[in-house]
């Protein structure tokens, strides 16, 4: 098989790594130099030096975030000590929290800065709310309700304010929220690739198949075609047998895929396989996808709103609707990325380049309808990604009204349940915090909740039996399942990259699945 793009890989194998792509060499693969770089100018605060809070900050120290500031004024517990990897036990005992877990959290990465601020977080909101702006994502695990209302509140003001992850958790269960107003993704790293154009080949590709002799081939050349060249020849030899259409009907389309077959000179030619298998690409038509063209509506690219607008992206999306609407396909900027196939190095890179080629003059015609300056890296990378784009417009932590629980309760009532045993803990932490919780008081609360009228299924049982089991113990598995789940979604947010999760993530360690509700 084929590589993706043989020249560049073997351009880099001169290149020796430095110290920062050594250390970062798996992360990069991930999120690459891009990535790395918004990692590493992030502010991350986190509001309590717990368990789960440790454990969040060693996954984002160790991937090599700028800075992190947990703010704690709690003195360290034996609690703490028994169950925190990064306390020192019984030493740490009677220090303030955030100091202890500061200094070893710092010990994993010496690029990473960490501070650690003793000060009380409702006298932080009232009197230093700018402080609070100035971080990247603020990470808040089990506050009361009242002070994570404030805080959520005071970071919702403004669009520019940093993006609040709301963590909760009690015993085997857990939730998570993700609170941001206005999220764009170019590098989403969609499982789906960027179309081939198959059935609508630019002038060099459709010239290229037609110019080859299959008949006149020799067998190893004949098994090393491009299954895009051979799609191409045959669906341009069908329409000129069919009026200019392609395979339209079930019939036509299983005739179409003899026809690939029945060019085979050798029974183990698997790049005419290759081209059965992908014909379907040839009466598939190429389009500006759903999910796309939906963006065009979007009111952020409207003159008016592009006038105020910072953000390259929507600059960029308003340029790619003026390139759609005025392409001849009406179709996305083709870009030079091919899947592997069976091919030979010449055929291969061959091809490469007349896509890479096309991919070039088609981007400049892009950027001729940009109306605002962005560097070309950027310009390359929304290119290249431009059939998988976000936006993602989300809601303020703690608005699921009655009616949006109802719902919940009727599309996925184990993960509402769950949701809801949580948020009533939560409530009575802040009422009576000095009272047991019971099974009693917490199903009081869920019903004040949901209304008399509903139905409640049987689990919140279960729910509701954990957190009493549990209510503010923070189990060392648990902590370490959080840590990496909420590190990777907080890297979502800072690299923005990949797609966040939208909604209440619940979390059940006990049967083991997470579902979201309120999306």
Request: net charge negative; charged share 25%.
């Amino acid at each position: 098989m084929a590589s993706q793009d043989i020249e560049s890989a073997t351009t880099a194998l001169q290149v020796q790594p430095n110290n920062k792509a050594r250390r970062y060499d798996r992360q990069l693969r991930l999120w690459a130099a891009t990535g790395q770089s918004a990692l590493e100018a992030s502010r991350v605060l986190v509001l309590s030096g717990s368990a789960t809070s440790t454990s969040i900050l060693k996954n984002l120290a160790l991937p090599g975030i700028g800075h992190f500031t947990i703010l704690d004024h709690a003195t360290t517990s034996h609690a703490d000590a028994g169950n925190n990897f990064f306390l020192e036990g019984l030493e740490s005992v009677g220090n303030p929290r955030a100091s202890e877990a500061v200094r070893l959290l710092r010990e994993l990465n010496d690029s990473v800065d960490g501070h650690a601020d003793t000060r009380q977080l409702r006298s932080v909101v009232e009197s230093d709310p700018d402080w609070l702006a100035s971080f990247t994502v603020v990470i808040a695990h089990n506050l009361d309700s009242q002070i994570l209302a404030k805080l959520s509140s005071l970071l919702w003001e403004h669009p520019s304010h940093p993006t609040l992850i709301v963590v909760r958790s009690a015993g085997f269960l857990a939730e998570f929220f993700i609170q941001v107003h206005e999220h764009t993704i170019i590098e989403s790293h969609s499982e789906t690739l960027p179309s081939l154009r198959i059935d609508k080949p630019f002038p060099a590709l459709k010239e290229h198949a037609l110019s080859l002799d299959f008949a006149s081939m020799d067998p190893t050349e004949h098994g090393h075609i491009p299954y895009v060249v051979i799609l191409v020849r045959l669906l341009e030899d069908w329409k000129r047998s069919h009026g200019g259409n392609p395979p339209r009907t079930y019939s036509e389309r299983q005739e179409f895929k003899k026809n690939i077959l029945a060019l085979k000179v050798k029974p183990d030619e698997e790049n005419f396989d290759e081209a059965e298998a992908q014909a379907y690409r040839c009466w598939t038509e190429t389009t500006v996808p759903p999910e796309i063209a939906s963006l065009f509506d979007d009111p952020a690219i409207s003159p008016e709103a592009l006038r105020e607008c910072p953000s390259p992206f929507f600059h960029l999306l308003a340029a790619l609707k003026k390139f759609t609407d005025q392409s001849e396909t009406r179709t996305l900027p083709l870009t030079s990325t091919l899947p592997d196939m069976k091919a030979d190095t010449t055929n291969y890179i061959h091809l490469q380049k007349l896509y890479k080629t096309r991919a070039e003059e088609e981007k400049h015609a892009f950027k001729s309808h940009l109306r605002a300056p962005v560097d070309d890296a950027t310009i390359d990378l929304f290119v290249k990604n431009a059939h998988a784009l976000y936006v993602i417009r989300g809601t303020r932590w703690d608005t699921l009204d009655r009616a949006a629980l109802v719902n919940a309760l009727a599309e996925n009532p184990k993960a509402a349940c769950l949701h809801l045993a949580l948020a009533a803990l939560s409530t009575l932490r802040e009422q009576s915090p000095d009272s047991p919780i019971s099974m009693e008081a917490l199903q009081k609360q869920v019903r004040s909740m949901v209304g008399d009228e509903v139905e409640l299924p049987e689990c919140l049982d279960d729910f509701v039996g954990e957190v009493v089991r549990a209510p503010s113990a923070e189990l060392q598995t648990t902590a370490a399942f959080l840590g990496g789940m909420i590190a990777q979604e907080t890297i979502k947010v800072i690299t923005k990259q990949y797609v966040p999760v939208r909604g209440y993530c619940t979390i059940d360690l006990i049967e083991t699945w997470t579902a979201v509700i309120g999306s």
